[in-house]
């Protein structure tokens, strides 16, 4: 018989009406596999752990016409990110790296967050910037 979350304690012996979701009275037994694996399934370890670091990778298109040096994209972006997730970011931990001869610049942003949400924050705050092409 398949060890089920009880309580907060592990118990083997559970009878088949029994449901480890809180609330739920009863519940068939399909419908009791499927809570159980639900909460036998570990979080993901930013919504377990506050303060995580999280890099934020950014692929930037420059204008064909008028190119800005590295630098000044990562002052940039560092500055948004750093603003969103009311941390201070230094430059030295950013990384720059320029793709196909200038015409792309990778950019590497570590930022500690103090939850999953904040990175979504993060996000929204750089979804109308037509220069990046990718961010993750």
Known sequence: ?????????????????????PGHATCTPPRLATHAATLLTPPSP???LPAQTYEF??????????????????ERYRRIVADTTAGDIPAEAC??????????VSLCIPARVQAAHVVDLVWAALADDPALVMKY
């Open 46 to 48: 930013l919504l377990l």
């Open 57 to 74: 990778q950014l692929v930037v298109k420059q204008p064909s016409d008028e190119r800005q040096p590295p630098e000044q994209l990562l």
């Open 1 to 21: 018989m398949a060890l089920l979350r009880r309580g907060g304690r592990l118990a083997s012996r559970v009878p088949k009406s029994a449901c480890v979701v």
């Open 95 to 104: 990384t720059i790296k320029e793709r196909l001869g200038g015409k792309f």
